[in-house]
């Protein structure tokens, strides 16, 4: 069984913290290792010190496995990004990724938000079918340091 909670202990930014580990893990095993990169944030931090009126992140379990996460963050009044969504492989296929795209959807949407942005890379194909099956469309980029990424794609839907 699927089970979902939003983050908002600290036990639970814990689960979050070790799932965004293995989600830079996984990239770095598919040949993109953002680990290195030196303007990446303590996440821990950063995630400690965000409003969690602004924010949001989902932690998923199936059945007492932890097993994918997903956040979104605020970009200003009206624009939020959604981050981190990443499946355990081993949970892959079981409508998990979709499900916590649509959670954050509608946690952007109960926030007030009107727009809500992602950036994901061009060979990650189930994501990139989930987030077009949700209704994103593909935008110029909204970082200037991501400008220039290989195979990266902003996308954006109206909430």
């Known amino acids: 069984m699927i089970r979902y909670e939003i983050?908002?202990?600290?036990?639970?930014?814990?689960?979050?913290?070790?799932?965004?580990k293995e989600y830079l893990e996984y990239l770095a095993s598919i040949g993109h290792?953002?680990?290195?990169?030196?303007?990446?944030?303590?996440?821990?931090?950063?995630?400690k010190s965000r409003d969690m009126a602004q924010d949001r992140q989902i932690i998923a379990h199936f059945d007492d496995e932890?097993?994918?996460?997903?956040?979104?963050?605020?970009?200003d009044d009206d624009v939020c990004e959604m981050k981190r969504m990443f499946v355990k492989?081993?949970?892959?296929g079981k409508g998990m990724g979709?499900?916590?795209?649509?959670?954050?959807?509608e946690e952007g949407k109960k926030m007030g938000y009107k727009y809500m942005r992602l950036s994901t890379l061009t060979y990650l194909k189930e994501a990139l079918n989930i987030y077009r099956s949700l209704g994103f469309k593909e935008i110029g980029p909204y970082y200037e340091d991501d400008a220039n990424?290989?195979?990266?794609v902003f996308l954006e839907i109206e909430l």
């Open 149 to 152: 990424i290989e195979d990266i």
């Open 89 to 92: 492989p081993e949970y892959r």
């Open 98 to 105: 979709k499900q916590l795209a649509e959670l954050i959807v």
């Open 7 to 20: 983050v908002e202990t600290e036990t639970q930014l814990k689960l979050f913290l070790i799932m965004y």
């Open 66 to 75: 932890l097993a994918g996460c997903i956040g979104l963050e605020k970009m």
């Open 33 to 47: 290792d953002i680990v290195t990169n030196p303007k990446l944030p303590d996440i821990e931090q950063e995630l």
